[in-house]
């Protein structure tokens, strides 16, 4: 019965085309039995997956039927059950079962679930859309399962991927004691800005580096982010689409910017509540990014709102992006996720609620008082450090 998933598997762990090894995979502790790699399309989640089947293949070349990927787009997947392929997998020797697409396949938490207790030999590492709800209110699986973020890539992980360096990451407090020291020796290896401005036009999705049509590629994964986790998750009609993208275009011809509801509201034929929730969906799909000040979060109005990552500033066909929006999205694209950002009235972000940040797209003409990200600075001096170098933090 397994044997056409095999053949499949097999192909596709043969061919899976990796430039290198993404550090995510040496943060996961895969002794745990129920592992769930969350993030947005494009990002690389299924290369992620065969990347860790073929990793167990070159450990383990004997023990090759032990894994199985398996994506769940699959039309079996319509007759038979999670918890029952799972037991076939089990009975002929499987260990590790790689699931992607999961969140299509109807009580897909509970049957996990089951599986985690029945089958307790079986690791199960799964990959989740961002807005499935996978800790937070799942009764299910919310005790069981550790998650990880899985990202587009970082500038960092851009730079190896197109020079063949191997270039490690830094902390944030590496960084702002070091910078200079951690810039200097960069650059004698490569020259950031060369790639700077490539990635943030065309670098962030690994789905699509490389490829001549990469903003057709990035339109498709809009696309799709608004059909399936927009609209198919949150269990919103599809008569809505419209409006969600005419929102979605408004917003992206003013970001980064405060958040006029009413106009919003107006404009789009809905209620004020009805785009505050919108606005939430399009967020937790990782298009957008938004900004709050400290002690406010949803579902009051944040203070800005950036695009999820700098590619998407550069998604509308009428205008090109100012430099300055860029370099702020890009600062808050590299530091969230892993730092807490708010906004500040005295400065362009506050980072863990006690570091005040000014971010530049040019070197200015009086250095300030606080710590600055600046868009054309190779290396930096004092509180002045190199934007390029924020997106070493992972």
């Known amino acids: 019965m397994l044997e056409s998933f095999y053949k499949t598997h097999d192909y596709l762990v043969e061919h899976v085309q990796v430039p290198f090894r993404r550090q995510l995979m040496d943060e996961i502790n895969w002794k745990d039995r129920l592992i769930a790699i969350k993030g947005g399309r494009g990002v690389g989640k299924t290369d992620f997956l065969l990347s860790y089947a073929k990793q167990l293949l070159e450990q383990e070349p004997n023990n090759r039927r032990e894994t199985l990927y398996v994506n769940f787009n699959n039309f079996y997947f319509s007759q038979h059950s999670l918890y029952e392929f799972a037991g076939e997998f089990v009975k002929e020797g499987g260990k590790t079962l790689l699931i992607d697409q999961v969140f299509k396949y109807p009580n897909w938490s ?27 209110g799942n009764t299910d699986i919310g005790h069981i399962v550790k998650m990880y973020n899985l990202r587009g890539y970082s500038f960092r992980e851009y730079l190896n991927s197109r020079t063949g360096c191997r270039l490690r990451a830094f902390t944030l407090e590496d960084i702002l004691k070091n910078h200079e020291e951690i810039a200097t020796r960069i650059c004698t290896r490569v020259k950031p800005l060369d790639y700077f401005q490539e990635y943030l036009e065309h670098g962030y999705y690994p789905y699509a580096v490389g490829q001549w049509n990469y903003s057709e590629s990035v339109l498709k994964i809009m696309n799709m982010m608004l059909e399936v986790d927009v609209l198919l998750v949150n269990k919103i009609e599809v008569g809505y689409l419209t409006r969600i993208k005419s929102l979605l275009y408004m917003l992206m011809q003013d970001v980064p910017c405060g958040l006029n509801i009413s106009r919003l509201a107006e404009a789009t034929d809905t209620s004020r509540s009805t785009v505050i929730n919108y606005i939430k969906c399009l967020k937790d799909a990782r298009l957008l990014n938004l900004l709050y000040v400290e002690g406010k979060q949803f579902p009051m109005k944040p203070a800005r709102i950036y695009m999820q990552n700098p590619n998407l500033c550069y998604m509308l066909p009428t205008r090109q992006p100012d430099e300055q929006s860029v370099a702020e999205t890009f600062f808050y694209s590299a530091l969230h996720g892993i730092h807490k950002l708010n906004a500040s009235e005295t400065a362009a972000f506050v980072v863990d609620q006690k570091l005040r940040f000014d971010v530049l797209a040019r070197t200015p003409k009086l250095p300030g008082f606080r710590y600055s990200a600046i868009g054309d600075l190779e290396v930096g001096q004092g509180k002045q450090i190199p934007l390029w170098l924020f997106g070493f933090l992972y």
């Open 110 to 136: 509970k049957e996990l679930r089951d599986c985690y207790f029945h089958y307790t030999g079986l690791r199960i590492v799964f990959s989740a859309s961002p807005v499935m709800r996978l800790i937070e």
